[in-house]
């Protein structure tokens, strides 16, 4: 059984349920051998339990030995469950619940499981570090079923970074109820940074590839330029454009090019994972 997983006695109730229940939440379960809903629900909070790893105490209690306790608690049918918070229970249930039901309401009174990524994030975004903000708030985003207050502060970072259209993407995908002041911001600053990562150098050199669209040495420089202001969405799709053309363009440096912003941009990473794919499919 887990540390945080314990069964109540009369030796260990004050310490357990009442004492504990100052430091973290304590979910009680008073069970016994004869309830058959009880069969299903205690596995159920174990799991849930061992995936919070001590966010919470799950303490059980078997009514019928621990008749005592279960009469302190006012139990009067099983299974019962109590979260119990500074000495006193203050949310509960009788009988069985679906796991999305027990999970909503323990949620109101735990951390979240992505918490914790979002403390890296903002820790590293308090350091003016977005780009390693990136892998805990994609992370957090997609744990959480990506929710609107994580979308925000994901694609702030994104635009940090000047990883514009895939900002532009989760922002695309924000629902209309959504779209608060925070939105609207976002959506400014993303204009901004579209205007401003616009170099001389690179509207130059988007000329000339214009005039000539297959000029593979040009459309590298704008590669390099686009590598050089974060845009790396830009400038993998113009590396990949010339590995179309020629797998050994400027004897191998345009491949290497490409995977040296493939490892920069670091494991797990969406983009990094696309533009992989796309250069294996090249080469076998």
Same mark, same amino acid.
């Given at each position: 059984m887990?540390?945080?997983?314990v069964?109540? &006695?009369?030796?260990n109730a004050?310490?357990l349920?009442i004492?504990?229940s100052?430091? %973290?939440?304590?979910v009680?379960d008073?069970?016994?051998?004869?309830?058959e809903p009880?069969?299903?629900?205690?596995p159920?909070?174990?799991?849930?339990?061992?995936?919070?790893?001590?966010?919470f105490?799950?303490?059980? =209690?078997?009514?019928?030995?621990?008749g005592? *306790? $279960?009469?302190?608690?006012? =139990? %009067?049918?099983?299974?019962?469950?109590?979260?119990?918070?500074d000495g006193?229970?203050? &949310?509960?249930?009788?009988?069985?619940?679906?796991e999305n $039901?027990?999970r909503?309401?323990?949620g109101?009174?735990?951390?979240?499981?992505?918490d914790?990524?979002?403390q890296l994030?903002?820790?590293?975004?308090?350091?003016?570090?977005?780009?390693r903000?990136l892998?805990?708030? %994609?992370?957090?985003w997609?744990?959480s079923?990506?929710?609107?207050?994580?979308?925000v502060?994901?694609?702030h970072a994104? *635009?940090?970074?000047l %990883?514009?259209d895939?900002a532009?993407?989760?922002l695309?995908g924000?629902r209309m109820?959504?779209?608060?002041?925070?939105f609207e911001?976002l959506?400014?600053?993303l204009? *901004?940074?579209?205007? $401003?990562?616009k170099?001389?150098?690179i509207?130059a050199?988007?000329?000339k590839?214009?005039?000539?669209?297959d000029?593979l040495?040009?459309?590298? #420089?704008?590669?390099v330029?686009f590598?050089? $202001?974060?845009?790396?969405?830009?400038?993998?799709e113009?590396? =990949?454009t010339?590995?179309?053309k &020629?797998?050994?363009?400027?004897d191998g440096?345009?491949?290497?090019?490409?995977?040296?912003?493939?490892?920069?941009?670091g494991?797990?990473?969406?983009?990094?994972a696309?533009y #992989?794919?796309?250069?294996y499919?090249l080469?076998?």
């Amino acid at each position: 059984m887990s540390e945080h997983i314990v069964n109540i &006695d009369e030796t260990n109730a004050a310490a357990l349920l009442i004492d504990e229940s100052h430091k %973290r939440p304590v979910v009680v379960d008073f069970w016994a051998d004869w309830c058959e809903p009880c069969k299903v629900l205690m596995p159920m909070l174990e799991k849930i339990a061992t995936e919070y790893n001590g966010a919470f105490l799950l303490a059980k =209690v078997n009514a019928d030995e621990q008749g005592g *306790i $279960a009469q302190q608690f006012g =139990v %009067r049918s099983l299974p019962t469950v109590m979260v119990i918070q500074d000495g006193q229970p203050v &949310d509960g249930f009788a009988g069985a619940q679906p796991e999305n $039901a027990v999970r909503e309401l323990l949620g109101k009174y735990l951390p979240k499981p992505w918490d914790g990524l979002l403390q890296l994030a903002q820790e590293a975004i308090d350091e003016g570090d977005f780009a390693r903000a990136l892998t805990p708030l %994609r992370q957090a985003w997609d744990e959480s079923g990506q929710l609107y207050e994580i979308t925000v502060m994901y694609v702030h970072a994104l *635009i940090e970074c000047l %990883r514009l259209d895939e900002a532009q993407t989760l922002l695309d995908g924000v629902r209309m109820a959504d779209q608060d002041a925070a939105f609207e911001q976002l959506k400014a600053q993303l204009e *901004i940074k579209r205007e $401003a990562a616009k170099s001389p150098e690179i509207d130059a050199l988007e000329q000339k590839l214009a005039a000539n669209p297959d000029d593979l040495d040009v459309r590298h #420089q704008l590669a390099v330029q686009f590598t050089n $202001a974060g845009q790396f969405k830009e400038a993998m799709e113009h590396l =990949v454009t010339i590995l179309q053309k &020629d797998l050994d363009h400027a004897d191998g440096a345009t491949k290497k090019s490409l995977l040296d912003t493939i490892a920069s941009l670091g494991k797990g990473d969406p983009l990094a994972a696309e533009y #992989q794919r796309r250069l294996y499919s090249l080469l076998y």
